[in-house]
Structure formats: structure tokens, C-alpha cells
């Protein structure tokens, strides 16, 4: 079950007012008989928290969904293979993506869009049992597949699963010692947004890392390449600009060249925007 410390900072994306029962008084467990404070209704059954705003997905989000709820039985089958196939060692390059964020115990760390849940072991060993671990994701299937995960792992760590859409974090500000999302940003519907949400959830001083499919320098050529581009349209798609209130930004190339990673620093209020890429 979700800690009390991490239901404390659930808010309601319609109206950002907390989360109570539905008899009053503060929300203490997933029940289906929450409201939030403006009265609207808050589902929250299976151990996951749903607050998926707007309740009519954007296009693209709905077409990426429903492509993730089929996807999701086949996900790690379908990264084995993809691996193999075009020279990515996805379990080492994960390790190294999340040694960038300098996690330490005790933290309280969101990973959005987890898809099954391939990050959370990787990060939950990083902030111990001292931490507090939120995954969000608009996918349920995914979310159902890290729960399940997270039982076989047999994790102290309890994850705070939240069904919600990246671009209307269903969080209160300043509330995460580390915001991470790796994978999705360039498709969905409102990038932008979704960048500066990761950053508005942020506490000051915060990581906040993010990261998409592109070719570097050491991407795969040919044929290989072109398949890529086909199987994934990621490929094709701009990088969101850098969202306003980072500092300390660096870029690295991950994936045996199949994708990048920026790490930023939420900014002090008052701060000027960071320099551009």
C-alpha cells in the first residue's frame, strides 16, 4: 500500500486540492472512496491511484495508449529482442542512465511513464527502504505489470502508483527529491507541458532527468538504422525545447547511441532560464 507520505502529496489535477475520503477527514488507503477537496470523485482501487486529466485524452496520447495497454504483456520480451537485434545492452545502459542521477537513500524520487516497470528495482536500490518511491503512468496494463513486478521483487519499497497523463502531474508542488522520465516524451501530446511539470513537481535544487529515442554518434547504420526509424516513430520527432526553471544541464548519449538523456537541476526561484543545448 502507498505510504501516507506519499498520499499526502496527491492533488487533483482538475483543481490541484488534496485528496480526502469520502467521509472526510484525510485519505489514509487506495480505497474507491475518495474525493478530492472541490468534491469531484477520485478512483483508487488495485493499489493504483487513478487521476487521469483530461478525462478525454488528447489524440496522440489516446492513440500511444492504447498502443501501451497491447503492448504491455510483450514489453520485456520485445526489448530482449530489439536489444539483440540492434546492439542496445539495455540492462547495463539502465544501470548507467540511473547511476547519472546521483540518488541517494532516503530520497523521495517520481519516475514518470515507468511502462512496466524496467527502472524501478535500479532506483528502488538506490534510495533504500528510507525512500519513497511514485511511478505514474497513463497506461493501466503497465501500471498492473510494475505492481506485479514489485511483488515478485519482493520489494521493501512499496511504489505509490498513479494512472495519470505526464502533462497534468497529479502532484503538489516542490514535492520530489529526483523527477525522472525516460522514453515517450516526443509523443505525446503536450511535451512541453509535460517537461515542465516534471520540473514544477521538482523540489528546488532537485534532479530532474529526462530522455527519448535519437541517433548519436554511436547509433547503429543501415539497415539497422532504418528499421529503428520504421519500428519506432520516436525516431522522427523534434526534441522538446528545454523547459523554463533548470540549471546544470547536461546531455548525454545512452543506448549504444539509440537515445539521449538531459540532466538538469530545478533552478532556485528567481533564477534565469538555463542556457540551451
Known amino acids: ?17 488534496r485528496l480526502v475520503a469520502a467521509t472526510d477527514g484525510p485519505a489514509r488507503a487506495p480505497t474507491s472512496g475518495w474525493r ?14 487513478r ?13 500511444m495508449n492504447r498502443m501501451y495497454e497491447r503492448l504491455a504483456p510483450f514489453y520485456d520480451w520485445n526489448e530482449r529482442l530489439g536489444g539483440r537485434l540492434f546492439g542496445v545492452h539495455t540492462i547495463g545502459e539502465r544501470a ?20 512496466p516497470g524496467v527502472y524501478q528495482k535500479l532506483l528502488a536500490d538506490r534510495i533504500g527502504p528510507s525512500g519513497n518511491l511514485a511511478e ?59 517537461l515542465d511539470e516534471l520540473v514544477r513537481v521538482a523540489k528546488p535544487d532537485a534532479v530532474v532527468a529526462w530522455g527519448d ?28 525545447p528545454l523547459p523554463e ?9 545512452v543506448m549504444n547511441g539509440c537515445a539521449w538523456l538531459v540532466v538538469a537541476r530545478k533552478a532556485a526561484v528567481g533564477s534565469e532560464r538555463a542556457a540551451a543545448l
Open 213 to 240: 529515442e535519437g541517433f548519436g554518434a554511436g547509433a547503429p547504420t543501415g539497415w539497422r538504422r532504418r528499421a529503428l526509424q520504421r519500428m519506432n516513430p520516436g525516431f522522427a520527432q523534434p526534441v522538446p
Open 245 to 253: 526553471g533548470v540549471s546544470d544541464v547536461t546531455e548525454h548519449e
Open 1 to 17: 500500500m502507498p505510504t501516507q507520505a506519499g498520499l499526502d502529496i496527491l492533488r487533483c489535477p482538475r483543481d490541484g486540492e
Open 136 to 194: 505514474l503512468d497513463l497506461s493501466l496494463a503497465m501500471l498492473r505489470a510494475c505492481a506485479r513486478r514489485a511483488r515478485r521483487a519482493g520489494n521493501r519499497l512499496d511504489p505509490l502508483l498513479v494512472q495519470a497523463n505526464a502533462s497534468y502531474l497529479p502532484f503538489a508542488d516542490d514535492s520530489f527529491d529526483a523527477v525522472f522520465h525516460f522514453g515517450g516524451v516526443k509523443l505525446f501530446s503536450e511535451p512541453g507541458r509535460a
Open 51 to 63: 487521476l487521469v486529466w483530461p478525462e478525454r485524452m488528447m489524440s496522440r496520447d489516446a492513440h
Open 96 to 115: 548507467a542512465i540511473v547511476d547519472r542521477l546521483g540518488l541517494r537513500p532516503g530520497m523521495r524520487v517520481l519516475e514518470v511513464s515507468p511502462g
Open 36 to 49: 478530492c477537496a472541490g468534491g469531484h470523485p477520485i478512483n483508487a482501487d488495485e493499489g493504483i491511484v
